[in-house]
């Protein structure tokens, strides 16, 4: 079996550890291991070899569910997984992160299937995943630090009640085996872990629960009910599609649109793994690392994917994964289980992984960001984005969605706050009856200095008037518009202006813009 190993020029922090340490530190699974020294560490190798083999467990009924959203046959997304995450075991900025074919680009790929069919389909991933590369390579993956926490609150557990309700599928209309089945998979898995760790929980309850389920001959949902196991390996496959225009225009939008929501879905994952794991990973490399994927899925003949926080939790929070030989061998361990021994995986029961994904679901909430002490300490505003981060999220079943309201309303309510905070303060100069002195405090910027114009007495005011912007800070070309309407109106009534104290910064922007955005703001 290949090792997998760093393909890019510049590691990430979480590959690039010399060697364990050798005197007591922090438990195993905190360190940041790389491939080589988890290869010397028949511990760790053992971790995560168990934990690739429940993660391609677990992602079968995951792709096949996702091949019938997306209206394709379900080797389609199992070989769209297979490629995924073997490909971004080597290039991906992210170790122990888990990459295949997902619901959120199924839910945007559909129309394409339905409409033109199946070489579109694949012509539109390999485009994604073009697009994918351009903007790696103009840093779109810096655009992270935008994110608010509470944003990040609220994507975590839209996610983890989204893993929640996609399992409630499979216990309605089910023999009544099934619920007994499903906890008793949940009480393994909470309880094996108090006796040992040396196998992951979630494989000790699907491995005891499809030996019961076939022993005792209960009669219940399957893994192959979900639908048929490829019989063969992926081949090479060139869509058959002709290269105008016209096809570009078919295609782009939903190529543009898979690009977006992949990666933006990608980098949040990377980002909840760093916290899960503490330590740091490559974005820019994992959002070309993505790219590359889904341009190698698409010549396979798979339907794109992302990375999977539901699979990754299981991976790295579960299992204890840390490295990319899980990543590696989830991909390889699901396409001999489909291949090899499709007939004994068609047999595992829905049950046990139903029970493997209710624990990364109640896992995966952040059950502190709904404490009641919690929420009274917290900013309303905050609280606020997480919940229409959640609801949006919930309500559309697209992660993406959620995230981007989310953002939008943390930034809107950031500038209503700061705009508050600005303040004009009006002082006599005792010295001279002829001047007048007013003082700005804090930061100009459109939503703070649309006022400004109105908080003078350009009546009443003496005929020199100084502005002290000492403990102001001049933001945009609004705010200059707004000190030259000032300026118009004082000097429409035949009085000078005098703006005084601003920072390098400020002076800089002023006197680049002021004079040249006539009637900008006035009013």
């Known amino acids: 079996m290949p090792t997998p190993v760093n393909a890019a020029p510049q590691p990430s922090a979480a590959d690039d550890v010399p060697s364990v340490p050798a005197v007591p530190g922090p438990p195993e699974a905190d360190v940041a291991w790389s491939v080589r020294t988890a290869l010397r560490s028949p511990r760790r190798l053992r971790t995560e070899v168990l934990a690739g083999l429940v993660v391609a467990l677990a992602l ?29 075991a080597f290039l991906g900025g992210r170790p122990a992160m888990i990459s295949a074919a997902t619901g959120s680009v199924a839910l945007v790929i559909a129309p394409v299937v339905r409409e033109h069919g199946l070489d579109y389909l694949v012509a539109t991933v390999i485009l994604a995943g073009v697009i994918q590369i351009v903007l790696a390579l103009v840093g779109a993956a810096k655009l992270m630090r935008f994110i608010p926490r509470s944003v990040m609150v609220g994507f975590v557990n839209a996610l983890a009640i989204l893993i929640f309700l996609s399992q409630l599928t499979h216990l309605v209309h089910v023999p009544w085996a099934v619920y007994p089945m499903v906890v008793v998979g949940i009480a393994l898995i909470v309880l094996i872990p108090r006796w040992t760790k040396v196998v992951p ?3 000790v309850a699907i491995a005891l629960l499809t030996v019961v389920t076939l022993a005792a001959s209960i009669h219940v949902p399957t893994v192959g009910d979900e639908g048929a196991l490829p019989d063969s390996l992926p081949s090479f496959f060139v869509p058959h599609v002709p290269l105008t225009f016209e096809t570009l225009r078919i295609i782009g939008p939903y190529a543009v649109a898979m690009a977006l929501v992949a990666l933006l879905e990608s980098l949040l994952t990377a980002k909840l793994v760093d916290d899960v794991t503490d330590t740091h990973s490559d974005k820019t490399r994992e959002s070309w690392g993505q790219g590359v994927a889904n341009v190698v899925t698409g010549f396979f003949g798979g339907m794109g994917g992302c990375a999977m926080i539901g699979q990754t939790m299981i991976n790295t929070k579960v299992s204890g994964a840390r490295t990319r030989i899980s990543t590696f061998l989830a991909g390889v361990f699901l396409l001999v289980l489909v291949v090899g021994l499709g007939d004994v995986v068609a047999r595992i029961p829905m049950a046990a992984l139903v029970a493997v994904m209710v624990m990364v679901s109640v896992g995966t909430f952040d059950w502190h960001s709904v404490k009641p002490s919690t929420l009274r300490r917290m900013p309303r505003s905050e609280t606020l984005v997480m919940v229409l981060t959640v609801a949006v999220t919930v309500a559309t079943s697209n992660l993406a969605y959620g995230v981007i309201v989310g953002v939008l309303t943390a930034m809107v309510l950031f500038a209503r706050r700061v705009a508050h905070l600005t303040a004009v303060t009006r002082t006599d100069h005792g010295e001279d009856p002829g001047r007048r002195d007013y003082k700005v405090t804090g930061e100009l910027f459109f939503a703070s200095s649309n006022d400004l114009v109105h908080q003078f007495d350009y009546d009443a005011d003496p005929a020199h008037v100084v502005v002290d912007l000492s403990d102001a800070h001049v933001w945009d070309a609004s705010t200059v518009a707004t000190l030259d309407a000032v300026r118009t109106k004082y000097e429409a009534k035949g009085k000078t202006l005098e703006i005084v104290g601003m920072n390098g910064d400020s002076a800089a922007r002023h006197e680049r813009l002021s004079g040249a955005l006539a009637g900008a703001g006035e009013g």
């Open 60 to 88: 079968i009924p995951e792709a096949i569910a996702f091949s019938i959203v997306a209206g394709v046959d379900p080797r389609v997304g199992l070989f769209a997984s297979f490629t995924m995450a073997v490909t971004i």
């Open 201 to 203: 929980a979630p494989l």
